[in-house]
């Protein structure tokens, strides 16, 4: 379990590309946020006499905390994926070990809890945010013993409530996009409560704004005991992502926090595991031998590695990758996607599920996409792509079906040929699963096995392990 006890949460999206920056060369304006930022969240200390002798300034020392942290690069030196990460929204304190706002008290002495919404958000109807609340609370009631029970009047357990600005606990909101909301560790007094920022947009489904449920239900995290997880599929994790609400599933590794501190629900007999049953999402492991990696694409120059609900980012000039949530990245493309590939002359990145295709600008669906298998010609009896790339060398799109490949031209928008996998390519076995073309070679995936193939000498050079491009 990777979820560590503090007291208060906070929500960024993750994105942006690496490159050396130091402060001087953010610019005024950014150099004054990232140290208000280490200030304020990394308890970066204003140095009144500062030492020529010390080797390492305070500030180098906060970079490597909080790039460690949020699973960057640790240089200690400011570059462009870190400042994208201090710019994004999120909640209001500090998220050091060391800092507790009320120490030694992480749980409730009581599984009979209450709670009171003092207000609400004009975003919603009353009715929705009663629902999100109490859907919010049982997603922790559900895997441990704790019962919530709501209150109309006086002080309860966790008090609820919308506000802006300074709103009475020391922690002033601070506009749209930025603090998000907020929520105190156990403990007698303002212990427990949970406050969302009404300068925000709240919504019940839709996945533009900002969900109530998915961020009450990571603030009523806090409100239990649990800080932040360093896990990214975690809803502990400090990264906000849309999830369907009605699909939502507490992973794996928040079951494993709370029930560390109050064990589990004693009404759910266990029981033997039904297959047919979801099991509790669990994050993908860049090293473990067995991993079968859904699908893979360049994007300017950068490699992504797709499984399940998540994708690893690799950069040339890093040893390090990052793991992060498709939907953090992408909000309107699915999970346990089928294929992808960069189209160079496009600028636009096509992800594969089932019988759809989506183009992508940047963080956008393209306009009138997703559209179907059938537009790029290929037949309807083909139920879905299970790799593609683009040939740099012929300028073709290859779409792959299990043992065949399509190549596809995107000027006359038209396949020209289909052609067994072992015929186009001598050497390669089995059924496709991933390809992609990178450094001059291409790299054609079947199962846990990945190909190095020489195009030009035809002839496959390597079998590697399916994660070799990802760092362990």
């Not at 009979?112 to 919603?124: A, E, G, S």
């Not at 629902?131 to 704790?146: D, H, K, M, S």
């Not at 473990?288 to 000039?317: H, S």
Request: glycine content about 8%.
């Amino acid at each position: 379990m990777k979820t560590l006890c503090l007291c208060i949460f906070f929500c960024l999206v993750i994105a942006g590309h690496c490159g050396p920056l130091t402060t001087s060369d953010a610019g005024g304006q950014d150099e004054d946020m990232i140290k208000a930022y280490l200030k304020k969240f990394y308890d970066l200390k204003e140095e009144t006499f500062p030492s020529v002798h010390r080797r390492v300034n305070q500030l180098t020392l906060k970079l490597k905390e909080m790039q460690q942290f949020f699973g960057l690069e640790v240089t200690g030196v400011m570059d462009s994926n870190t400042l994208e990460v201090m710019k994004k929204p999120r909640c209001g304190v500090p998220d050091l070990a060391e800092y507790t706002t009320f120490p030694g008290n992480t749980k409730w002495k009581t599984n009979n809890l209450t709670y009171r919404i003092v207000n609400y958000t004009p975003d919603l109807s009353q009715s929705e945010v009663d629902r999100a609340i109490e859907n919010a609370l049982q997603v922790w009631a559900r895997v441990t013993p704790l019962r919530f029970t709501r209150l109309y009047s006086g002080t309860a357990d966790i008090m609820i409530s919308f506000g802006r600005g300074d709103h009475g606990d020391g922690y002033p909101f601070d506009g749209p996009d930025g603090t998000l909301a907020h929520a105190f560790a156990p403990s007698v007094g303002i212990g427990g409560d949970t406050h969302f920022d009404e300068d925000e947009t709240f919504t019940s489904r839709s996945s533009s704004g900002y969900n109530l449920f998915l961020v009450a239900a990571h603030e009523f995290g806090h409100a239990l005991g649990l800080s932040h997880s360093t896990d990214p599929g975690a809803l502990m994790y400090p990264v906000y992502s849309y999830t369907d609400p009605e699909r939502f599933s507490l992973p794996l590794d928040d079951i494993r926090g709370i029930q560390s501190l109050y064990g589990p629900n004693p009404d759910v007999t266990p029981e033997e595991p039904d297959p047919k049953k979801p099991t509790p999402p669990t994050t993908p492991n860049a090293c473990d031998p067995n991993l079968v990696i859904d699908a893979v694409t360049t994007l300017r120059g950068e490699l992504m590695f797709f499984k399940g609900r998540f994708f690893w980012r690799t950069y040339p000039q890093s040893t390090q990758s990052e793991l992060t949530l498709i939907k953090s990245f992408w909000p309107d493309i699915p999970n346990n996607i089928d294929a992808a590939y960069e189209s160079l002359k496009k600028d636009r990145v096509y992800i594969f599920k089932g019988q759809k295709i989506w183009a992508l600008s940047g963080y956008d669906v393209v306009s009138g996409y997703p559209k179907t298998l059938s537009s790029m010609g290929v037949p309807q009896s083909v139920k879905k792509i299970t790799a593609a790339l683009y040939d740099k060398d012929s300028g073709k799109v290859l779409l792959f079906n299990k043992t065949h490949y399509y190549s596809y031209n995107e000027n006359s928008k038209a396949l020209e040929k289909v052609e067994l996998v072992n015929l186009g390519f001598p050497g390669v076995q089995g059924s496709i699963t991933s390809a992609f073309q990178y450094g001059g070679y291409m790299y054609l995936t079947s199962g846990t096995r990945m190909y190095e193939y020489s195009n030009r000498r035809k002839t496959v050079l390597r079998v590697l392990q399916s994660n070799y491009f990802l760092p362990c």
